[in-house]
């Protein structure tokens, strides 16, 4: 767990040095790193996901520019292991001296605006405080069902059961509610073990050993779910 303590100081660390750069005024802190620092997700995460905003009546916003612009302001603190643009994202790695793993900071672009919030990051392992932009929770559950679909990481379906647990709501239609049922059912031991169980705390690994997302599948498959209305 230390490497993960360590990776959130990082975290924090980063998020800052983008505010004190004025980067964090055009982006959307989301992912699991976003609910974790600013809505207490009980699970660690170890990258930085935002959305990058083309704002309001912009027609001529210069993405590889500004990106440029980023990789050398964070070249002044870090080693730049890796600065990708590619299709859909711009991606940035960092490498810190003062911390074991790397940093990977994905940034989506071309992203109309979309209902936010704001929101405090910060974590009980640093002293750092950071007030910025997150995408809005219900906005996240749609964006995490489709991840799951996508992926089948098991760490998406734990962050879905926890935005079930704080009422979050997405209206979902019967099908793809049943194709997140399959994809929770084709889970693996080793999903759990192994993937899940890496990011959590000791004490929170034997509930969902047992119990594996029981929460989540009753809200998927029953008609009073708090986010899904099936027909009849």
């Known amino acids: 767990m230390q490497d993960l303590i360590k990776q959130e100081q990082f975290e924090l660390e980063v998020l800052d040095r983008l505010q004190s750069g004025r980067f964090l005024d055009r982006l959307v802190f989301g992912g699991g790193t976003m609910l974790r ?14 959305w990058l905003l083309n704002k309001s009546r912009e027609k001529d916003f210069d993405h590889t520019a500004w990106f440029a612009g980023l990789r050398q302001f964070l070249a002044r ?33 071309g992203v109309k605006m979309m209902k936010t919030e704001r929101a405090i990051a910060y974590s009980r392992h640093s002293s ?3 007030y910025l932009r997150t995408i809005a929770l219900p906005e996240m559950m749609t964006s995490k069902i489709d991840a799951f679909l996508q ?11 926890f935005l079930v647990k704080k009422g979050v709501q997405a209206d979902i239609p019967p099908e793809k509610a049943d194709q997140v049922l399959t994809a929770i059912a084709a889970l693996t031991r080793q999903d759990y ?11 929170q690994r034997p509930y969902y050993r047992k119990n594996n997302f029981r929460i989540l599948k009753s809200h998927l498959g029953k008609g009073d779910s708090v ?3 099936r027909p009849g």
Do not use: W
């Open 77 to 109: 603190f870090y080693e730049i292991l890796d600065a990708a643009d590619k299709f859909h994202t711009l991606v940035i790695e960092l490498k810190s001296p003062d911390y074991p793993r790397s940093l990977k900071l994905e940034m989506r672009k």
């Open 128 to 130: 750092v405080q950071v």
């Open 227 to 229: 986010f899904l209305n």
């Open 193 to 203: 073990n192994v993937k899940l169980c890496s990011l959590l705390e000791a004490d």
């Open 151 to 161: 992926r089948k990481e098991i760490r998406d379906a734990y962050d879905l059961e």
């Open 37 to 50: 620092l600013c809505f207490g997700l009980d699970r660690y995460s170890v990258d930085l996901d935002f």
